[in-house]
Each structure stands twice: as C-alpha cells, then as structure tokens.
C-alpha cells in the first residue's frame, strides 16, 4: 500500500509539480501578534490527521503543501482534520478535541438525540496545538462548510451549551460546553463559505432528510438561517468573510461562467443549475436574482457575513473587533482557495498577505 501510494504521489508531482513560493515576501516588522493558524477544510475534505493528506493536501491540491510552504515563511500553520460529511456540531466537537488534544466528545444530550455514539476519536497522543489558552490564542480559517465548523467551534467556546450543562453532571461534561473561553480565538475568517446556506441543494425541505446530523441538512437555506441564530458575535474576536465568484451577468441578465476563470468540472454542473434558480424556501426565505451569482458552489452573497450579524465591508487600515469585515470578491471557483484540482494556481500570496494582515492588527 505504502509503495502504491509513494508511487502515485511521484506520478500526481511529475504531472503537477510544486508551484514555487520563493518568491513571497513577508515582512514581519508590522506585526503584533504571532498567533497559531488552523486550517479547516470543507465538504468531504481532508486533513493532517488524514492519509490522503501526504498524497494530495487538502490546502494545496496539485500545487504541493501549501500549509508546509506558509510555515517555511514564518507562520505558525496546522490543518485540522473533521468528519468530511459530519454536521457543524460534529465537526465543532472534533476541532476541538484535536485542538486540545483530548477524547472527542460529541455531548451527552446531543448524542442521545441524535442517535450515534457521545464519544469519537481520542487525540491525547497527537494534538493539533502544543497550547491553546487566552494567551496562546488562535485564528480559524474554515473553507466551504469548514466556515460553519469554526463559526459553531466559537461559540461554544463563548457561551456553551445551556442543553449540554442540563443534561449532563458537572463532573461529566466537556469543558467546551461550560462557556467561557471566548478570548481564546483571535480572529475568525470564512473563505467561501456557505454561511447563509446554498441553493445547490434546490429548494427541497430538508426536514425531510431522514439524518439531520449532518453537513447536507446544516447547508440547506433554511438550515443555516436557524444556525445563525444560534451563533452570536464575540466583541473580543476579529471576524473576516471573503466571497468568492466564478460568475458574470451577460448583457440580457443571464448569468454564465466567467470564461478568464477556470471553473473546476466538479462544479460546473451545479453552478449552471444555480445560475437560474430563484424563489422561495420551505420556511418562507425569498431567494431573488442576488442568489444568481456564485463560484459553482455557493452563492457569492450567502457567502459575505452572516445575515443577521453586524458586517462592514474590509477596510485594512481600520478593522475592529465584534463586526465582521467583508472582502472584496475574490475571483475564482469554489475550490481556487484550495489551488483548484485540474487548473493549479498558486494560491500562497493570497494568503500570506491575508495573514500578514491579520497578525499586523
């Protein structure tokens, strides 16, 4: 199996080789913090702790490891590894475990409810963090569906589980639903991410998905209105959304793919369905002609702040805590914040500048 695999690897960097990077500049004089970055990858996406990683990294694709190649710049990067299809919970439960380098533990009420077992994997022996604290504090990065994990890792972090503190002992329950911890989680950014949900899933109710426990019911519209409700703003915590578009409106206001992007096979069939689908949600929710434009995947504008959070757009000589600071577009498909599959580009200086910013704050 190991001969296989090292020979793929061989053959996928023969066809695609390492992008080069040497030419990235860092200047670290502007900086005031030096926080740890975690990484947290998408629908059936992959990580650190996954074999496939060391074949094909998640944060690099074809272009090689881009989480290696950050930290030969000088930043301080992991790559987290969650459930590729787990609900925001789940994936929440996970990060944080790996984070900390404890059992999983997924919540005595939410297990029972849900049906599957209130522990997972153990960390104990390999943690994705050497320390994590209110002075060792982070910042999270989620792509795609990794926008969710992150954002629900925060607010348990904050504020708990009133459901988790009911139902389970205080000797018994997980230090992360107690609350309390805000101040460990430096900043916040979501790439691509379907934060106010997606219409690749049409309009059908997903109350009728016989699994609620999962990442297909947490991206539904009406699904991911409701989590946002649940998620509040932490005044102590630097929150960014970078939207991302493959589209472009022609002339007659149809929209199409924009032919200087290179848009990935995997989502070319999904995106063209988007491109015209309005209307509204089983629980009401008016889909109009701002849900057209999208990167194959998500719709651009559910993929800016949360709807019912405060938002401004980016200003990096004036960004503040407790609001979150929208980014221009980025132009590319829904995978370009991973280096894409078939069409590599080197997606490093992107974010280099994104995290020189942020440690320059």
């Not at 290696?68 to 944080?96: H, T």
């Not at 997972?120 to 994705?128: A, H, N, R």
């Not at 589980?161 to 911890?181: L, M, N, P, V």
Request: proline share 4%; net charge negative; charged share 20%.
């Amino acid at each position: 199996m190991v001969r296989i695999a090292s020979f793929f690897l061989a053959v996928v960097m023969f066809l695609f080789p390492t992008l080069n990077v040497s030419k990235i500049d860092v200047d670290k004089t502007d900086w005031n913090t030096d926080y740890e970055y975690v990484y947290v990858h998408g629908l059936s996406g992959w990580g650190s702790y996954d074999f496939q990683n060391h074949l094909l990294p998640y944060w690099g694709m074809f272009g090689g490891d881009m989480i290696k190649n950050l930290n030969a710049l000088g930043f301080k990067c992991r790559a987290a590894s969650v459930a590729p299809s787990g609900s925001a919970w789940d994936r929440a439960c996970e990060l944080y475990a790996q984070l900390t380098g404890t059992v999983t533990d997924y919540g005595k009420a939410h297990s029972e409810k849900c049906g599957h077992e209130r522990y997972g994997k153990d960390f104990s022996k390999k943690p994705l963090l050497e320390k994590w604290s209110s002075v060792d504090k982070i910042n999270l990065l989620g792509h795609s569906f990794g926008g969710a994990t992150v954002r629900l890792l925060a607010e348990l972090m904050a504020n708990g589980s009133a459901e988790e503190r009911a139902a389970t002992d205080a000797d018994d329950i997980s230090q992360f639903f107690t609350g309390g911890k805000a101040d460990w989680i430096y900043s916040i950014t979501t790439l691509a991410a379907p934060t106010n949900g997606t219409t690749a899933y049409g309009f059908s109710d997903p109350e009728l998905l016989e699994n609620h426990d999962t990442a297909a019911y947490d991206m539904h519209i009406d699904s991911a209105l409701a989590l946002n409700e649940r998620i509040s703003t932490q005044a102590c915590t630097y929150y960014f959304a970078v939207p991302c578009s493959a589209t472009v409106q022609n002339e007659d206001g149809t929209w199409s793919f924009d032919e200087s992007v290179n848009v990935e096979f995997p989502v070319r069939s999904t995106g063209e369905r988007m491109m015209s689908l309005t209307g509204v949600t089983p629980k009401g929710f008016v889909i109009d002609e701002r849900w057209l434009e999208s990167d194959g995947m998500v719709n651009t504008v559910s993929a800016g702040a949360p709807f019912n959070a405060p938002s401004v757009p980016l200003d990096r000589e004036q960004i503040n805590p407790g609001v979150w600071n929208v980014s221009e577009v980025y132009r590319g498909d829904h995978m370009a914040f991973c280096g894409d599959l078939l069409h590599p580009h080197n997606i490093r200086p992107f974010f280099a500048a994104w995290m020189d910013m942020i440690n320059s704050i």
